[in-house]
């Protein structure tokens, strides 16, 4: 009888040790990918922010690279699989609209033609609700244009 206490104690204590583990490592593992989420975000909007005060404040070529350089972010948080795509589409449109309008400005019309269509191809690749509507590069300027005349990032 003593035996089979001491033995049915060891297999709860293991049980007990098995299932704490498991939970501990869950509870790590959840924690550890939202401080990841946080961290990524971060870098997402500081590098949108850079781009947009470039955009606005900045000259043309200073403009060029900050959002070059935002879309390169916005790529390299795409392929890691950042959760949110509505956002990354969102970014990736503002910034190649904005490419856009600086190619117009120095009259690149290849550079401009290429980044319109990123934008639309962005827009129509997006789940997200808010591009439902934006079918045409008419739409695609007009959506950013609404952006950058309320100075919205």
């Not at 997402?44 to 955009?55: D, F, K, P």
Request: proline share 3%; hydrophobic share 45%.
């Amino acid at each position: 009888m003593k035996k089979r206490t001491i033995t049915a104690a060891l297999i709860a204590f293991v049980l007990g040790v098995l299932v704490g583990g498991g939970v501990g490592v869950l509870y790590t593992t959840r924690l550890t990918a939202s401080t990841l989420l946080l961290l990524t975000t971060g870098e997402l909007h500081e590098s949108a922010q850079h781009a947009w005060q470039a955009y606005f404040d900045e000259s043309p070529p200073v403009a060029e690279w900050a959002l070059s350089n935002h879309l390169a972010v916005v790529h390299e948080l795409g392929e890691i699989g950042y959760p949110h795509d509505a956002e990354l589409r969102l970014h990736e449109l503002a910034a190649h609209v904005r490419l856009a309008k600086l190619a117009n400005r120095r009259e690149d019309s290849e550079a401009e033609a290429s980044h319109m269509a990123k934008a639309l191809e962005a827009a129509l690749k997006s789940s997200a609700h808010a591009f439902c509507n934006l079918k045409a590069d008419e739409d695609v300027m007009a959506f950013v244009t609404k952006l950058d005349e309320n100075r919205l990032p």
